[in-house]
């Protein structure tokens, strides 16, 4: 089992700036990938940026220029800086974190914590 713990979310307003961290504890492989997701209001969830602890990155198209995922492999924690924050990136912000093999497939369940609210006003 993994356990992962978010902090970070709250109001901003429309420009500002917003750094989520996750903290995961348990049964985490040196070999991993962790993440964030997000989930608005009446719409799926859907994937905002990824890092594997090799270092490789994956961002949505919607925030590739705004956000900054980074981690902190020694300590498993993951980070979410939020740049340039517009009222589409209100949502609710989860943090993903799954084993992964030698050959990068993943392994086993993924886990989530319990999401932290992001609203962004106008």
């Known amino acids: 089992q993994v356990q992962l713990v978010e902090s970070g979310g709250g109001l901003v307003q429309a420009g500002g700036s917003l750094r989520l961290s996750c903290a995961a504890s348990?049964?985490?492989?040196?070999?991993?990938?962790m993440g964030w997701y997000r989930q608005a209001p009446g719409k799926q969830r859907e994937l905002v940026a990824t890092?594997?602890?090799?270092?490789?990155?994956n961002y949505a198209d919607s925030v590739k220029d705004r956000f900054a995922i980074s981690r902190d492999n020694a300590k498993n924690t993951a980070y979410l800086q939020m740049n340039s924050l517009n009222p589409e990136d209100t949502a609710v912000y989860y943090c993903?974190?799954?084993?992964?093999?030698?050959?990068?497939?993943?392994?086993?369940?993924?886990?989530w914590g319990q999401g932290t609210q992001v609203t962004v006003s106008s």
């Open positions: 993903n974190a799954q084993n992964l093999l030698r050959t990068g497939e993943p392994f086993g369940e993924d886990y």
């Open positions: 348990g049964r985490l492989f040196s070999n991993n990938v």
């Open positions: 890092r594997t602890s090799g270092g490789y990155t």
